[in-house]
C-alpha cells in the first residue's frame, strides 16, 4: 500500500455527550440519558479517521495545557498519528464541545474553542517543510481563518493537494476557494457559500457549478445518505450513500474527509474515493460519539465490498 502522508491542519476537542429523546427547543429542560465523554474536534477526527483507514497523518493543531489536552493527545497518539506538530498553550483551555443526541442520530452541537484559535499563521509557519513535503493538506473552519489561509497559500505553492471541508458552515473568501483541490461542504454549508439551497441534484449542481466558478478545482457535496454530489473537470454526477440504521451522526463528515483523503493518496479514483469514504462514514453513524464511531481500515473494505456485492 502506498502511505503517502496527509497533513491535517485544525481543531483539537473534548466532546461532552448528552442523549436526549429530542434536540431541545430554546428555554427548554429536556432529561437527557447517557453521558459521555470523548475525543473530538474536526480536525483531530479527521486525523484519526484518515490513520484507521490506512493513511500516514500527521496533525498541526494546538490545546491548552490542562488534562483535557493531555488526554486528547494521548488519545491520537494512541491511532498512530504524528502529534510532534501539536503545541501546548499555557493561557488557554483545550477546547470543549458540548453534544446533545436524540433518538434518531441528529445532533446539536455548541464549540468554546479555546486554544484551537490560537493555532496562528506563525505557528503554520513552523511546520512549512510537513506541508510542502506531503501528498495531501487536509483542513477545516475550526482554526481562525487566517491560519487556513497560510496553509492553504503553502500547500498551493508547493502544488500540494488542498482538501478543504468548509466546515462549521461560514463566509470565506473567493481567494481561498480559489485555492483549493478540492471542497467538501455538506447541503447547509454549500448554502452559505452560493446562496443556493439545495433540495435535489439539480440544485447541487448549480451550487458545485457556483463553486467551480469561484475557481475549486472539484466540488464534493455531501448529501447525506443520498451519497455525494461530484463536480469538476471530468463532468457532474452523484456517487450514492449507503443505508444504514443511524445511532449518532456526530463526526460523520469528518469520518467522510478523512477516508476520502486515504483513498485519493492511494491512488483511487475520484468515484472510488468517494465510495469508499461512504462506507467510512456510513459505518461511524451507527455508533456514538465521535473518534470512539470512526472504523478502521478492515471494517470498511470488508463493509464497501459486502455493499457493493449486494
Same mark, same amino acid.
Given at each position: 500500500?502506498?502511505?503517502?502522508?496527509?497533513?491535517?491542519?485544525?481543531?483539537?476537542?473534548?466532546?461532552?455527550?448528552?442523549?436526549?429523546?429530542?434536540?431541545?427547543?430554546?428555554?427548554?429542560?429536556?432529561?437527557?440519558?447517557?453521558?459521555?465523554?470523548?475525543?473530538?474536534?474536526?480536525?483531530?477526527?479527521?486525523?484519526?479517521?484518515?490513520?484507521?483507514?490506512?493513511?500516514?497523518?500527521?496533525?498541526?493543531?494546538?490545546?491548552?495545557?490542562?488534562?483535557?489536552?493531555?488526554?486528547?493527545?494521548?488519545?491520537?497518539?494512541?491511532?498512530?498519528?504524528?502529534?510532534?506538530?501539536?503545541?501546548?498553550?499555557?493561557?488557554?483551555?483545550?477546547?470543549?464541545?458540548?453534544?446533545?443526541?436524540?433518538?434518531?442520530?441528529?445532533?446539536?452541537?455548541?464549540?468554546?474553542?479555546?486554544?484551537?484559535?490560537?493555532?496562528?499563521?506563525?505557528?503554520?509557519?513552523?511546520?512549512?517543510?510537513?506541508?510542502?513535503?506531503?501528498?495531501?493538506?487536509?483542513?477545516?473552519?475550526?482554526?481562525?481563518?487566517?491560519?487556513?489561509?497560510?496553509?492553504?497559500?503553502?500547500?498551493?505553492?508547493?502544488?500540494?493537494?488542498?482538501?478543504?471541508?468548509?466546515?462549521?458552515?461560514?463566509?470565506?473568501?473567493?481567494?481561498?476557494?480559489?485555492?483549493?483541490?478540492?471542497?467538501?461542504?455538506?447541503?447547509?454549508?454549500?448554502?452559505?457559500?452560493?446562496?443556493?439551497?439545495?433540495?435535489?441534484?439539480?440544485?447541487?449542481?448549480? !451550487? +458545485?457549478?457556483?463553486?467551480? /466558478? =469561484? $475557481? *475549486?478545482?472539484?466540488? %464534493?457535496?455531501?448529501?447525506?445518505?443520498?451519497?455525494? &454530489?461530484?463536480?469538476?473537470?471530468?463532468?457532474?454526477?452523484?456517487?450514492?450513500?449507503?443505508?444504514?440504521?443511524?445511532?449518532?451522526?456526530?463526526?460523520?463528515?469528518?469520518?467522510?474527509?478523512?477516508?476520502?483523503?486515504?483513498?485519493?493518496?492511494?491512488?483511487?479514483?475520484?468515484?472510488?474515493?468517494?465510495?469508499?469514504?461512504?462506507?467510512? !462514514? +456510513?459505518?461511524?453513524?451507527? /455508533? =456514538? $460519539? *465521535?473518534?470512539?464511531? %470512526?472504523?478502521?481500515?478492515?471494517?470498511?473494505?470488508? &463493509?464497501?465490498?459486502?455493499?457493493?456485492?449486494?
Amino acid at each position: 500500500m502506498n502511505r503517502k502522508t496527509i497533513v491535517v491542519v485544525g481543531s483539537s476537542n473534548t466532546d461532552m455527550i448528552v442523549k436526549v429523546p429530542r434536540i431541545p427547543r430554546p428555554g427548554e429542560t429536556i432529561m437527557g440519558g447517557q453521558f459521555s465523554m470523548a475525543a473530538g474536534g474536526k480536525g483531530a477526527n479527521q486525523a484519526v479517521a484518515a490513520a484507521r483507514a490506512g493513511g500516514r497523518v500527521v496533525l498541526i493543531a494546538r490545546v491548552g495545557d490542562d488534562v483535557f489536552g493531555e488526554e486528547a493527545v494521548q488519545s491520537i497518539t494512541r491511532d498512530a498519528v504524528d502529534v510532534s506538530c501539536i503545541a501546548r498553550d499555557e493561557e488557554s483551555p483545550s477546547g470543549i464541545a458540548l453534544i446533545f443526541v436524540a433518538e434518531g442520530g441528529e445532533n446539536s452541537i455548541a464549540v468554546a474553542p479555546g486554544a484551537n484559535m490560537t493555532l496562528t499563521p506563525a505557528h503554520i509557519d513552523k511546520f512549512r517543510a510537513h506541508i510542502a513535503e506531503a501528498d495531501t493538506i487536509l483542513m477545516q473552519l475550526e482554526t481562525p481563518l487566517e491560519t487556513v489561509m497560510r496553509t492553504a497559500a503553502i500547500a498551493a505553492e508547493n502544488r500540494r493537494r488542498i482538501i478543504l471541508n468548509p466546515a462549521p458552515a461560514r463566509q470565506i473568501p473567493a481567494d481561498l476557494i480559489g485555492l483549493t483541490s478540492i471542497i467538501t461542504p455538506n447541503e447547509s454549508e454549500a448554502e452559505v457559500l452560493t446562496g443556493i439551497s439545495i433540495q435535489d441534484d439539480e440544485s447541487a449542481r448549480c !451550487a +458545485a457549478e457556483a463553486l467551480l /466558478r =469561484l $475557481g *475549486a478545482g472539484t466540488v %464534493i457535496i455531501t448529501l447525506g445518505v443520498r451519497g455525494a &454530489f461530484v463536480a469538476g473537470k471530468d463532468g457532474n454526477y452523484r456517487v450514492p450513500g449507503f443505508q444504514v440504521k443511524a445511532v449518532d451522526t456526530t463526526a460523520a463528515g469528518d469520518v467522510f474527509n478523512g477516508a476520502l483523503a486515504v483513498g485519493l493518496s492511494e491512488g483511487s479514483s475520484l468515484p472510488d474515493a468517494v465510495r469508499f469514504a461512504h462506507a467510512a !462514514a +456510513a459505518l461511524s453513524v451507527t /455508533r =456514538l $460519539g *465521535a473518534q470512539p464511531s %470512526i472504523p478502521g481500515r478492515l471494517e470498511i473494505d470488508d &463493509f464497501l465490498g459486502r455493499r457493493l456485492k449486494g
